[in-house]
């Protein structure tokens, strides 16, 4: 037990607690038995309160004396400011004379508790009243502590809305599982409200919330003065714990040695680096610190850094009126129980002065001595892997250009694979005038042995009045003539190019891989090993390849937020994917990119998470750590979208997740209420290296189209992760996922903003299904504000195919005012890809598209084959905008392909089109293949599931159930076993007679002629769903969805077959990926048809939803897309509030809607628009497609973008009606 706080009243000396004096007390209490520590305080009242104690003996009954040193202040104004000293014991018969050898030992008995505490937002919620807490641990409590120095608040504590942190230094109790909390009402304003109180357990790595959310106060809330509060599990925060080290600093005994500036270390250990750690840093008396001849000794908490000290850099920051400081040596010791018999010492004599010596304030030491005590006192010395010294010339290239020179302060950080050099000042070059245009400025920088350079960090200050710089290099070289070239070629500027003063620079001939190989181990730390006579990183080294990881898979996550004010929170938020095989992915965070840092009212926001492929998505699981009342957070709904499954799921939560509302949950599971198939992706692999030629690099983001003999990709954005993938000469890998689009024939370039120019070297794409690699070179330059198409390499290295001249010749109809300015652009497609837009702006007549007039233009494009359809369209810009265009013809390679139109492309006349595609008229004939008579039958289409071992060597069986017989068995036969392989889909054919209306299907698995179902291991696979349709002239399909395994006759607890009821029935989709894959290519000479489509588009119900900004739709198929689209009438009032505005397309068919893309221009002074829905609708086969949004687009609501992506709303989540008759002679087992 303890004796409770007992006033030290009467001493044997009248004056008590004087200098060097021993003040003895008598106190009566219980049997203690052994002590384990003393706290002892003041209340800090008198005008000299502060009180430097040395320590306090304890004598018990029996005579036993116990020693608790102090020697450490207990003031408000020395030391860490606390008036209030928890002390534990010497070992048993130790004095202080003994206290050189055991101070370690009882520094690390001790630790920091960092104790956050915030003062709630209310009228009068701050208080002037004395704050205590007691915190409980798991072994122990810190008995009643005053909250007397606050570390962020000097003056005017416990303010309203303030954030008031304490360190609390005391014996080590463990985790705190609860605390207490209580104020002595004193002052006028004692009344407090309390937000809650965050303990940080450095030592520990865990950071704990406590709520409260309650007021202390006589005539407030319950009228307590004391609470105890609990924490909150689901905000716990683990992180990397923190061990204690001794850092003893000795300062020389020379003229004006010491210093006042601000000094720090970084320490690095064979598993990380501390960071810069600020010795001293919170102690009321740091400028008392590193005078001449001190030693000065401080016990920081450092994040773990392993068991060997292989480093050290000490320096400071060069601030205060006597900054320069000659450092004699440093001495680092663990406190670490098995370590800290290890003492480290690093001999500097060096200045760190801006004026002495090479100028730089900070040094690396290596350790000029390792010693080891033992527990009898003697000291060996301990053999380590030393690195050595080195010297690096770094050689600065300022740029030939107008103003490329600077006068302002530069420095540089360089990264190795052995550890870095520190930030270091490029203060004495060979040149008086440093960094002047077209200059070679060389530095030399002496520092400990970097391994194989992997990067530079080169930054300017902005300083001075010509601070702009550009620098063409920097090159690096070691002492053994080892060069590392740096290109940059980049301006360091707050009002050129793109306005960065630091970059990020990397080796010439390293790609990307190799620097983030390098990058990820040096943060591992710094594991020295000796390999040829080399010192290495052994966690820079290639992982051993023991097996191979799942591949990760991207899943995109939208929430949509409630739209009250109260249900969004800025708590951190994750997310767990299932599926119903027990795949389980750990919390994936929901992180918020660019300012948003919250979840706000009425959002839609998507993030972007990797995790293995789990298979179908069965359940989710949402959660965040927010425990008080205002960071509850309603989900409205959740979309999960797999890619490279081409699945959607649809979470229909419309809940709380809240500690004060609903069911008081945190952390909730949801299954999905619909899902949608809208086509996989195939993963791909992306190399790209930029070309090795001044100025070839760019910081933008590059947009990526792919070609291929089945179609494109939509257009895809290559990151350029803050500029550094596509600098000169460097190499760059990424993952995409694309369709499957046969072999690849092209690919088309765009630079994401326009800042620079591009050269592209090579490009190399691999699908990583069929492992087929597809490579692209070029020597032209992508320009900004344009595009850039490059042909795929021939596989004999022959030329690429070059560009070939095309005449587009435009006629304009003989009608009255049928002629435009406007500006027109059209898109030819062909064979092997579309040509881009290309604007119609030269042509022979210097006004074009007059009455009655052909203009004529010239482009050189890629060869396109036939082309069989083009778009062409204006900006109905101008007074006279409507354009009757009466055909295009289109010639090039010898051909010449003609478009009819003879209509009109206008907001005000016809159908109010701007945009047409035309077909063309003309196409080459070509010989008809012989069309066989179809024979009737059924087609069925199996598809596997994407699970782990859902595909099986065995054969499947359906028999289909109508309401005029039932038909027979159907075998589909395994040939070789080169179907149902997981996450695939077969489609197969037999003829039968009709069974009339299907109302079920009973499947099942059967053993594979000539396999032995007893020896094979795997005898199942898991069904995803069959689909079946009459042909050869049904326009509708049945869908019978399974979701579940089947097993081989005999297997034990297992179904051999299932009975399965139609799910759905749907419009025959002739695009199905088994049904391309199986029929035979189309002929070339088949035409494109054109198909209307009917656009509705609702606006909002809500105040200002309308807009007067110009809007544009994008439709998405399964085979193509519509373009951007104008949807305008000139004559009408559009996208009023709670009005439906309707518009009708003509375009190519593109298949099977799979998404929208709807946009405003942000123009006019009622941009903003709040949208509802859009609805769709194939004009041709009936098709009708409902996009929901309910979301605003606009530059300042929402999420703050001028377009949304709608995806059509999904089918609802698949059932099964399991077999219920006994009597079934299909039952095997």
């Known amino acids: 037990g303890d004796s409770g706080e007992r006033a030290l009243r009467k001493s044997d000396n009248v004056n008590k607690f004087e200098r060097d004096q021993v003040d003895v007390f008598t106190l009566s209490v219980v049997d203690l038995g052994e002590l384990t520590k003393v706290k002892i305080r003041h209340d800090d009242s008198g005008s000299n309160s502060a009180w430097h104690c040395s320590h306090v003996e304890v004598e018990g009954g029996e005579g036993a004396t116990s020693v608790f040193p102090c020697q450490r202040w207990l003031a408000t104004d020395e030391d860490d400011g606390q008036i209030s000293r928890e002390l534990p014991p010497l070992a048993p018969g130790q004095t202080m004379a003994d206290m050189a050898d055991s101070s370690l030992q009882l520094a690390a008995q001790r630790t920091t508790y960092h104790v956050t505490v915030y003062t709630g937002d209310l009228f009068g919620a701050g208080t002037d009243a004395d704050v205590f807490v007691q915190l409980f641990g798991e072994e122990d409590d810190s008995g009643s502590i005053q909250l007397k120095s606050c570390k962020s608040n000097s003056i005017n504590k416990f303010e309203r809305d303030a954030k008031d942190m304490f360190y609390i230094e005391c014996v080590d109790m463990g985790t705190v599982e609860r605390l207490k909390v209580w104020t002595d009402g004193s002052g006028s304003g004692s009344d407090w409200y309390l937000e809650k109180i965050n303990i940080d357990m450095p030592t520990l790595g865990v950071k704990r919330t406590f709520p409260c959310e309650e007021w202390f106060g006589k005539d407030t809330g319950d009228g307590t003065l004391e609470r105890t509060l609990y924490p909150a599990p689901e905000a716990d925060e683990n992180y990397k714990r923190s061990t204690k080290w ?388 309603f ?65 933008c983001d590059i947009l990526l189209k792919v070609f291929g003999e089945n179609g494109a990709s939509e257009q895809i954005t290559l990151s350029s992760k803050k500029g550094s993938r596509f600098t000169r000469a460097m190499t760059a890998d990424m993952p995409i996922e694309i369709p499957d689009l046969g072999d690849l024939t092209r690919i088309r370039l765009e630079l994401a903003d326009g800042k620079n120019n591009w050269l592209l070297a090579k490009m190399v794409i691999k699908n990583l299904d069929s492992e087929k690699e597809y490579v692209f070179e070029t020597t032209d330059w992508l320009e900004k504000n344009s595009t850039l198409d490059v042909p795929i390499k021939a596989e004999d290295d022959s030329a690429p195919t070059g560009k070939t001249p095309y005449t587009i010749t435009v006629q304009t109809s003989d009608l009255f005012a049928c002629g435009t300015d406007a500006n027109v652009s059209i898109i030819l497609h062909g064979d092997t890809g579309d040509s881009g837009t290309l604007e119609l702006k030269e042509s022979e007549n210097i006004n074009k598209f007059e009455r009655n007039s052909t203009d004529t233009f010239q482009f050189s494009l890629l060869p396109l084959g036939t082309i069989r359809r083009v778009r062409i369209w204006h900006d109905d810009s101008a007074m006279s905008s409507s354009w009757h265009l009466a055909k295009v013809t289109v010639a090039g390679e010898g051909q010449e392909f003609v478009f009819p139109c003879n209509k009109w492309l206008s907001s005000r006349k016809d159908d109010r089109n701007v945009s047409r595609d035309l077909i063309c008229e003309n196409l080459p004939e070509e010989e008809e293949e012989e069309v066989k008579e179809e024979e009737e039958g059924y087609e069925i289409i199996v598809v596997i599931s994407n699970k782990k071992d859902a595909g099986t060597n065995h054969d499947i069986w359906v028999s289909l159930e109508g309401k005029d017989r039932t038909s027979d068995r159907f075998t589909l036969a395994n040939n070789s076993g080169r179907f149902f392989d997981k996450n695939t889909s077969e489609v197969f054919f037999f003829p039968s007679g009709d069974v009339g209306e299907i109302t079920h299907a009973r499947i099942g698995l059967a053993p594979r002629e000539g396999v032995d179902p007893d020896k094979d291991p795997i005898r199942q696979c898991h069904l995803h769903q069959i689909i079946v349709s009459r042909r050869p002239d049904s326009q509708s399909e049945c869908v019978f969805t399974c979701n579940h395994w089947l097993s081989l006759p005999g297997t034990p607890k297992r179904k051999s077959y299932r009975k399965l009821a139609v799910t759905t029935t749907q419009p025959f989709n002739p695009d199905h990926p088994a049904r391309i894959r199986s029929a035979p290519p189309p002929a070339k000479s088949k035409a494109p048809t054109l198909t209307k489509y009917l656009v509705d588009v609702k606006t909002a119900d809500k105040f200002a939803a309308g807009t007067d900004a110009n809007v544009f739709i994008t439709l998405f198929g399964k085979t193509a897309d519509s373009g951007k689209q104008a949807l305008v009438k000139s004559d009408e009032n559009l996208f009023e509030r709670n009005e439906t505005s309707s518009f009708e397309l003509e375009l190519t068919d593109i298949g099977t809607l799979t998404k929208i893309k709807i946009e405003t221009d942000g123009a006019g002074l009622g941009a903003s628009w709040c949208l509802d829905h859009v609805i769709v609708t194939n004009q041709g086969s009936g098709e009708k497609y409902t996009f929901p949004c309910d979301e605003w687009i606009d530059k300042k609501k929402g999420n703050k973008e001028l377009f949304r992506i709608l995806w059509p709303e999904g089918r609802k989540p698949d059932t099964v009606e399991e077999e219920v008759e006994e009597d079934d002679d299909l039952v095997t087992s």
């Not at 380590?384 to 006068?407: I, M, S, W």
């Not at 620098?471 to 500027?493: G, K, P, R, Y």
């Not at 069911?663 to 290296?689: I, N, W």
């Open 246 to 633: 001794e850092i003893i600093v000795h300062t020389s005994d020379i003229r004006h040695a010491g210093t006042d500036a601000s000094v720090f270390v970084n320490l690095y250990g064979d598993k990380g680096r501390s960071g810069k750690v600020v010795l001293g840093e919170g102690l009321k008396d740091r400028d008392q610190f590193f005078e001449r001849g001190s030693v000065d000794s401080f016990t920081p908490e450092i994040p773990d850094i392993g068991t060997e000290l292989v480093k050290l850099q000490v320096g400071h920051d060069g601030k205060g009126r006597g900054d320069g400081w000659h450092c004699a040596k440093v001495i680092a010791r663990c406190l670490d129980e098995e370590q800290s018999a290890v003492e480290y010492t690093f001999l500097c004599d060096r200045w760190l002065d801006k004026e002495e010596e090479d100028g730089q304030l900070q040094v690396e030491l290596l350790p000029e001595t390792v010693t080891k005590k033992s527990k009898e006192g003697e000291e060996t010395n301990v053999e380590t892997t030393k690195l050595k010294n080195e010297t690096y010339t770094v050689r600065v290239e300022t740029g030939d250009k107008f103003g490329a020179g600077t006068d302002a302060n530069c420095y540089i950080s360089i990264h190795g694979t052995l550890g870095d050099s520190g930030e270091r000042q490029l203060s004495k070059s060979e040149h008086m005038d440093k960094f002047q245009r077209n200059q070679i400025d060389t530095f030399t920088i002496d520092c400990v042995e970097l391994g194989e350079l992997y990067k530079i960090i080169l930054r300017e200050d902005d300083s001075n009045a010509g601070a702009d710089w550009y620098v063409s290099n920097v090159t690096i070289t070691d002492s053994q003539e080892n060069e590392a070239v740096f290109l940059c070629e980049q301006w360091f500027s707050k009002s050129k190019g793109d306005k960065k003063i630091k970059r990020t620079l990397y080796p010439k001939g390293m790609s990307m891989a190799d620097v983030e190989a390098a990058e990820k181990g040096t943060k591992k730390g710094i594991a020295l090993k000796e390999v040829d006579g080399e010192v290495v990183n052994e966690n820079t080294e290639d992982e051993p390849q023991s097996e191979a990881k799942p591949t990760e898979i991207k899943y995109l996550v939208t929430i949509e937020t409630g739209p009250e004010d109260d249900m969004g929170t800025d708590a951190d938020a994750y997310i767990i994917l299932k599926s119903g095989e027990d795949e389980v992915s750990e919390e994936l965070s929901l992180y918020h990119t660019g300012d948003e840092d919250e979840f706000t009212p009425g959002s839609k926001e998507e993030f972007e998470v990797e995790w293995r492929d789990i298979g179908d998505i069965t359940a989710i699981v949402i959660g965040h750590n927010g425990v008080l009342a205002d960071e509850g957070w």
């Open 635 to 699: 989900i409205r709904t959740v979309n999960v979208t797999v890619p490279t499954t081409g699945a959607r799921y649809t979470f229909d939560c419309q809940r709380w997740l809240a500690r004060d509302r609903g069911d008081r949950k945190l952390v909730v599971e949801f299954t999905p209420t619909a899902v949608q198939d809208f086509g996989s992706l195939v993963p791909h692999h992306v190399t790209v290296t930029t070309a090795d030629v001044e100025d070839a690099g760019t910081e």
